[in-house]
Nanobody
Framework: QLQLVQTGGGLVQPGGSQRLSCKAS????????IGWFRQAPGKEREGVSC????????NYADSVKGRFTISRDDTKNTVYLHMVNLEPEDTGVYYC???????????????????WGQGTQVRVSS
């Protein structure tokens, strides 16, 4: 069974940090681009960051540049999203997703991604 299993998330104070993980099972991530998306209450799902297959070029939404870092460890079949200096506006359900692609670039378009994780809540509040 092909699936993405997410861990991490929860409640964090403004200015705090969190790391989300997304582990693939049933397939290897080598030939996939991976994206992180989030959905705030009452809003559409938006792209946060993505990372291409090798060499792993990253792309970020303007709202998270300089605060979020995406990385991948193909030996662990896992992708991470490290978030620092979190703001209340970062609150939402975060999803990882994959796109089969050998391109050295990635795009933050939900329609390109075919397999999604279960989602994990991140809440930034004091």
């Amino acid at each position: 069974q092909l699936q993405l299993v997410q861990t991490g998330g929860g409640l964090v104070q403004p200015g705090g940090s969190q790391r989300l993980s997304c582990k693939a099972s049933g397939f290897t991530l080598d030939y996939y681009a991976i994206g992180w998306f989030r959905q705030a209450p009452g809003k559409e799902r938006e792209g946060v960051s993505c990372i291409s297959s090798r060499p792993g070029n990253a792309n970020y939404a303007d709202s998270v540049k300089g605060r979020f870092t995406i990385s991948r460890d193909d030996t662990k079949n896992t992708v991470y999203l490290h978030m620092v200096n979190l703001e209340p506006e970062d609150t939402g359900v975060y999803y990882c997703a994959v796109q089969h692609s050998l391109s050295t670039t990635c795009v933050l378009a939900t329609t390109r991604y075919t397999l999604w994780g279960q989602g994990t809540q991140v809440r930034v509040s004091s």
